[in-house]
C-alpha cells in the first residue's frame, strides 16, 4: 500500500510560478516511476511529467522549458516546479506513482488567473 500527499497548489497569477510536492509513504520498494497527471474541467486526464528513480525524465509538450520535475529518493517525494503558468495550466493535478501507474493521490487544484 502507496499512499500520495500533494501540496503547494493554489491560486497563482499568469506569468507566475508554483511548485508542487507529492510525499510518498508505505511500501515503496516496488516503485521505480513518479509522475504528474492534470485534469481540466471537461477534459481527459492527461500525462503532464514523470520522473523514474534514476532521473530520467518524460515530459507533455504543453510543458517542455516551463516545468521541472524532479524526485529526491531519501525523502520518497517528487516535485513539480511550474514557470511561465499560463491561464491554460488551471486544472487539477494528481501524483502518481508506478510503472504503469498503480496508485493516485487525491490532487490538489492549480488556478491561474487574473
Known amino acids: 500500500q502507496v499512499q500520495l500527499v500533494e501540496s503547494g497548489g493554489g491560486l497563482v497569477q499568469p506569468g507566475g510560478s508554483l511548485r508542487l510536492s507529492c510525499a510518498a509513504s508505505?511500501?515503496?520498494?516496488?516503485?521505480?516511476?513518479m509522475g504528474w497527471h492534470r485534469q481540466a474541467p471537461g477534459k481527459q486526464r492527461e500525462l503532464v511529467a514523470a520522473?523514474?528513480?534514476?532521473?530520467?525524465?518524460n515530459y507533455a509538450d504543453f510543458v517542455k522549458g516551463r516545468f521541472t520535475i524532479s524526485r529526491d529518493n531519501a525523502k520518497n517525494t517528487v516535485y513539480l516546479r511550474m514557470n511561465s503558468l499560463k491561464p491554460e495550466d488551471t486544472a487539477v493535478y494528481y501524483c502518481?506513482?508506478?510503472?504503469?501507474?498503480?496508485?493516485w493521490g487525491q490532487g490538489i487544484q492549480v488556478t491561474v488567473s487574473s
Open positions: 508505505g511500501r515503496m520498494s516496488s516503485i521505480n516511476a
Open positions: 502518481n506513482a508506478g510503472r504503469p501507474v498503480r496508485y
Open positions: 520522473i523514474t528513480s534514476g532521473g530520467r525524465t
